[in-house]
């Protein structure tokens, strides 16, 4: 009789591994100047994360190591590209401290949580995956402008900037308020 797979191993995780496993990949691509490949491959892993959701939801096949994985997974890529970009020198240094800032505040609330109470689900909110898909699309426009240098491109980097930041802000607002919500029924 053969050994069941577990329930975990279904095509969503193995999506969401998948992008994990690239990010390194992104990352030295970026640092060492390759940012047309660097950015086909982060087009690539950012799309496995639009086809890990669906696949779950339309298999039907969510599982709670692949609610782990998913935002762990995001962080990763972003923050390893917009670490790379940084380093590069290709995105200013003060949106990343930005974005690390936000992300570090919202993983000190959830540790907080666990520790101190017993709430344990922190699903992503409405303006957490707006703030995610800007940030993808602020990178993407910022590799871009540095790969084709086009006027339009260089204009549109720097506009991208205000909303990726507004968005990375107000996110982590909408978590504390949340959190706040949170505790109170606690």
Known sequence: MPASTPAWVNLPNFLTLLRLLMVPVVVHFIVDGRYLLAGWLFGAAAFTDILDGLAARGMQVSTQVGAYLDPIADKCLLSGVFLALAWARLVPRWLVAVIFGRDLYILAGAA?????????????TVWGKVSTFVQICTAVIWMAQVIYKTRVLGE??????????GFTIWSGLEYTWRGISLY???
């Open 112 to 124: 907080l949580f666990v520790l101190f109470t017993p709430i344990r689900g922190f699903p992503p």
């Open 156 to 165: 549109l980097s720097s506009a991208m900037l205000w909303p990726c930041v």
């Open 184 to 186: 109170r029924k606690y």
